[in-house]
């Protein structure tokens, strides 16, 4: 004898979506062993794209700063000089701290910078001379630190100098887009640096060079953060200037009409 039992239809079609569901849920799982890599792997592409995105939009806001505290002194970047005469981008560097001296926003101004091999003239003690003899700043308010060729070195021999003569704060000067990354360097030195940028300049003047200045300055800060060191970021100072012996300007406004090279034309790229 056999006995039947029949089961309510609900009962069957509850049955039947229980198994639809659990059928599709179960292949959907994916192992671990592909979970975790694509994890990883979406969050350190996350970072690469981000990181630099961070630091370029801080770059970008830093460099519309002006940045004026009462400090204990200026410290003027280096930039290309020509047998002792400071080039426009260095001029245009010195002047800015010139007005900010005679703002009083500090009592001393540093001139920064070494030379290149076979120049006679530093770049630090161009500035000081510069700013002694064209600006009427008093020669014991001007100091040179003729060390470095690159911002890294030269903010090292700056960190000794403050430590010297006990100054703690410094109001940097240097082209719009330098500010973070001299900020940070001077920071680890243990000045408490403010940065006070020059307005002219090729390096502000189109949408196109600043968006290359910034790509250029997110290299260069992420170079020194992660790997502690600092990059030299070209621009139109590392162009070598050729002078003639007499200095007669050339056509272009620059020294060296003649092709023949001088024998001191500092071509250090923007610090």
Wanted: charged content about 25%; aromatic content about 6%.
């Amino acid at each position: 004898m056999t006995l039947e039992v029949e089961l309510p239809e609900s009962q069957h079609e509850e049955h039947d979506a229980e198994e639809r569901e659990d059928g599709p849920r179960e292949r959907r799982r994916k192992p671990l062993w592909v979970t975790v890599p694509l994890c990883v792997v979406l969050g350190l592409l996350a970072v690469a794209v981000l990181t630099p995105l961070t630091v370029g939009t801080r770059i970008w806001y830093q460099a519309r700063q002006d940045e004026r505290p009462r400090s204990d002194a200026i410290i003027v970047l280096g930039a290309a000089q020509y047998n002792g005469k400071p080039s426009p981008t260095l001029k245009w560097r010195l002047q800015h701290a010139l007005d900010l001296y005679r703002d009083g926003v500090a009592p001393n101004i540093v001139t920064v910078g070494g030379k290149a091999p076979g120049d006679n003239y530093t770049e630090a003690g161009t500035g000081r001379a510069w700013l002694i003899g064209e600006g009427g700043v008093p020669a014991s308010k001007v100091f040179a630190v003729p060390v470095g060729r690159d911002t890294l070195e030269s903010l090292k021999a700056v960190g000794r100098e403050f430590d010297r003569h006990h100054w703690e704060s410094a109001v940097i000067v240097t082209d719009p887009w330098h500010g973070l990354r001299s900020k940070k360097m001077a920071g680890d030195q243990g000045i408490e640096a403010a940065a006070s940028p020059t307005r002219s300049g090729p390096s502000v003047q189109t949408r196109d060079t600043q968006f290359n200045y910034i790509v250029r300055e997110t290299g260069g800060y992420l170079s020194y953060v992660l790997l502690g060191k600092s990059v030299q970021v070209p621009d139109e100072t590392i162009k070598r200037i050729r002078i003639d012996p007499s200095g007669t300007p050339g056509p272009s406004g620059t020294p060296g009409s003649s092709g023949t090279p001088g024998p001191s034309a500092s071509a250090s790229p923007t610090r």
